[in-house]
């Protein structure tokens, strides 16, 4: 990857968190990090998903899409961590060589809000979505 694509997503990360604190998200919460990859190649894929394992990162389960009448395989690799610039420069270092080795696309990262008033995080104990009630 060149350097102007690596200035683009440190630019990005630095908007991204700003946005969310900025519109109340909480400082202190974790976070659950998504860097959203995606290959034409399911085996390749599958590839950078076991390297991503290996190197202690969860990944989501692959889903098939159509872009352009081509088909395109993506999954997330996801980490749960504070939400620092820093912390994400220093994930996008270790995974876009990974995906880049591998001839997949590096389609940048996402999270979530984290309320910072909530009572309690959107999944129980045992994983399950809590339904509101």
Same mark, same amino acid.
């Given at each position: 990857m060149q350097q102007q694509q690596l200035d683009q997503f440190k630019q990005e990360t630095? /908007?991204?968190i700003r946005d969310l604190f900025?519109? *109340?998200?909480d400082r202190d919460a974790l976070y659950i990090?998504?860097?959203h990859v995606v290959h034409s190649d399911f085996d390749k894929l599958e590839k950078i998903a076991v +390297?991503?394992?290996? %190197?202690?990162?969860? @990944?989501?389960?692959? /889903?098939?899409f159509e872009e352009n009448n081509e088909t395109f395989f993506g999954f997330d690799i996801l980490s749960e961590t504070k939400l620092t610039a820093e912390l994400?420069?220093?994930?996008?270092?270790i995974i876009i060589p %990974? @995906? +880049?080795?591998? *001839? *997949?696309?590096? /389609? *940048?990262?996402?999270?979530?809000? /984290?309320d910072p008033n909530a009572d309690e995080? +959107?999944?129980? +104990?045992d994983g399950q979505f809590l339904d509101e009630e």
């Open positions: 630095r /908007e991204i900025n519109d *109340g998200s990090i998504e860097h +390297e991503a394992f290996k %190197l202690d990162f969860e @990944v989501a389960d692959a /889903e098939e994400i420069d220093k994930q996008q270092e %990974l @995906v +880049e080795k591998f *001839g *997949g696309i590096y /389609e *940048g990262w996402g999270t979530y809000f /984290e995080d +959107e999944y129980g +104990e």
